[in-house]
């Protein structure tokens, strides 16, 4: 009886498990295979090398550059993302009239891809035809080259990816704060509570789940940022939006170094494990569970 169950079991595990194989063990093992190894021109596995694409690697000034702007850009879009969202759904959590309209308007960045989200932003960014330029004469500011000056470029990339990740981060706390009991409010008013002190000392402990959640999330995609960079900056101006992930393109599908391209990939994918597991040991021990 207990082999029928475990046989049956694997029978319905057997579509995920052929999946997660194609598109995720193989290309893992694939990357670890080619991280061994260098490539020519074409791509094609020429010499094995053991862990010298790793030494080279990490003796690379680029690779340091690229992840310093990994590390600047996850801190310019994950708290701001995350505290707009939150301002929002508590502002439009309560059920008065018309604020299921907020909630759609807020919502709609998670349905425009990524694609479509950067050629809307790269108008608005255009320096001489760009809305955000024509606002800036109107004041009598001289333009500003959003996309094109170094100082402005990661900026500029990191705004469009606060507005295209707010979407998912807006539901997905407006989800936790309607989670929360209207029987809990009542106490607190009854108590003399104010609305400030009951969101940071109640609304806030009892939605530190969901936080923490989205905030994993938004780490995770930060690190994995690629589509918004390569249409709107392809890593320029002097590489200030040169992120791992674009490196990695660029040195896999442009240079064709498939070898050094696979040993960033597996650099990147341990830095984001660690980042997970030292969330989870430092951050997880203030989340209050019901």
């Known amino acids: 009886m207990r082999f029928r169950e475990n046989l049956l079991a694997c029978f319905f595990l057997a579509p995920s498990l052929l999946l997660f194989g194609i598109f995720l063990f193989y290309p893992l093992i694939k990357s670890v ?59 439009t959590h309560n059920k008065l009239r018309g604020m299921r309209a907020f909630q759609f308007i807020f919502s709609l960045p998670i349905a425009i891809s990524v694609g479509t989200g950067s050629v809307i932003w790269m108008m608005l960014y ?33 705004v469009m990816t606060v507005w295209m990740n707010l979407g998912f981060n807006y539901i997905v706390l407006l989800s936790g704060l309607q989670g929360v009991s209207e029987d809990i409010y009542d106490s607190a008013k009854i108590d003399g509570s104010g609305p400030v002190r009951t969101f940071v000392q109640l609304t806030l402990p009892l939605v530190s789940p969901t936080l923490f959640f989205v905030f994993i999330v938004s ?41 050094i391209g696979s040993a960033q990939a597996l650099v990147l994918f341990a830095i984001i494990l660690i980042l997970t597991l030292l969330q989870f040991k430092f951050f997880e021990k203030k989340v209050h569970y019901q």
């Open 219 to 259: 780490v995770i995609g930060a690190f994995q940022s690629f589509g918004q960079i390569h249409i709107l900056t392809r890593g320029g101006p002097m590489n200030t939006t040169d992120v791992v992930v674009y490196n990695i393109y660029q040195d896999a599908f442009i240079n064709f170094r498939f070898g």
């Open 126 to 158: 255009h320096p001489s035809v760009g809305i955000l330029n024509y606002f800036l004469s109107l004041g009598g500011i001289q333009p500003i080259g959003w996309l094109t000056d170094p100082a402005w470029a990661l900026i500029s990339i990191s």
């Open 33 to 91: 295979y080619l991280s061994l190894h260098l490539t020519d021109p074409r791509g094609r596995i020429a010499a094995y090398v053991g862990l010298e694409n790793f030494q080279e690697l990490f003796l690379s000034e680029k690779f340091y550059q690229s992840l310093k702007v990994t590390l600047s850009f996850t801190l310019l879009t994950v708290p701001t993302c995350i505290l707009i969202a939150l301002l929002l759904a508590a502002l």
